[in-house]
């Protein structure tokens, strides 16, 4: 019991102090892809933001590619946004079908973002996000391509400047079915890289369960190419506890169209 308080008191501790850092900043929301923390931007009204992805991790003895990962979000209104990600996964290594190449459907994430709180209004952005993630087909499960249950992911995310620097943090919890829940928690900090159109991005995100926690220390960019075209790309490694699931490397390259 005195083990399992420490976790909880461990984890609030972080989720507080990340959203109480960006809620003394007023608002320039800059996360999503290529980094894993959100912000809470929305497309516009009518308007959708689509992420063209690939994605590679590698954990000790497994490969994961993501190729494509395909990002669909719309606008409804200029406070919500509607989202699924479908990503096509191979994998290679330790797994249920052994150790060949295997690909198929990973699982897919559905989610509804509502902006609440507008910088213009209040100096800062604020958004609650829930995210339903499960394998629509029972083939990617067997062949250890996708999880075996679902996840129900419920975050805030909060947007604030600090001089040239953009901050943005989210954190929450997430519900496993097929596993212990888990308290989750980003920061992003970008600024411009001193080129036009190339902002570049740090971030730090936790993922804690009972006895195990892993922090992803990422790096990445946002190329503006076009008007309504952008290049995203990033690199980081997973920290903490050691697991099979511990990222020794995730590389993101992708495209964002706008319109």
Aim: aromatic share 10%.
């Amino acid at each position: 019991m005195q083990k399992r308080s420490f976790f909880v008191l461990d984890a609030a501790v972080l989720i507080v102090a990340s959203l109480l850092l960006a809620a003394a900043l007023p608002a320039r929301a800059q996360g999503g892809p290529p980094m894993v923390t959100d912000d809470p931007g929305t497309p516009g009204d009518g308007h959708w933001e689509i992420n063209f992805g690939a994605i590679t991790a590698h954990t000790r003895g497994r490969t994961v590619v993501a190729a494509p990962d395909i990002d669909l979000n719309y606008g409804w209104g200029d406070h919500i946004q509607l989202k699924i990600d479908a990503p096509w996964v191979s994998a290679h290594g330790n797994g249920p079908s052994g150790q060949g190449w295997k690909s198929g459907t990973g699982d897919t994430e559905f989610g509804v973002k509502w902006r609440f709180i507008d910088e213009e209004k209040s100096g800062f952005s604020l958004s609650a996000y829930p995210q339903l993630t499960r394998s629509l087909t029972n083939s990617s499960i067997r062949r250890g391509l996708a999880g075996a249950g679902h996840e129900f992911f419920l975050p805030l995310e909060l947007a604030g400047d600090l001089g040239d620097f953009s901050i943005t943090t989210e954190a929450g919890r997430n519900f496993v079915q097929d596993g212990p829940n888990e308290w989750v928690a980003g920061i992003v900090v970008a600024h411009d890289c001193g080129v036009e159109g190339v902002e570049c991005m740090a971030e730090l995100h936790t993922v804690q369960a009972p006895g195990a926690r892993q922090t992803l220390f990422n790096m990445g960019l946002h190329w503006k190419l076009e008007e309504a075209l952008t290049f995203l790309a990033a690199v980081g490694r997973d920290f903490g506890s050691r697991s099979d699931e511990r990222r020794q490397a995730l590389v993101y390259l992708g495209l964002q169209f706008t319109h």
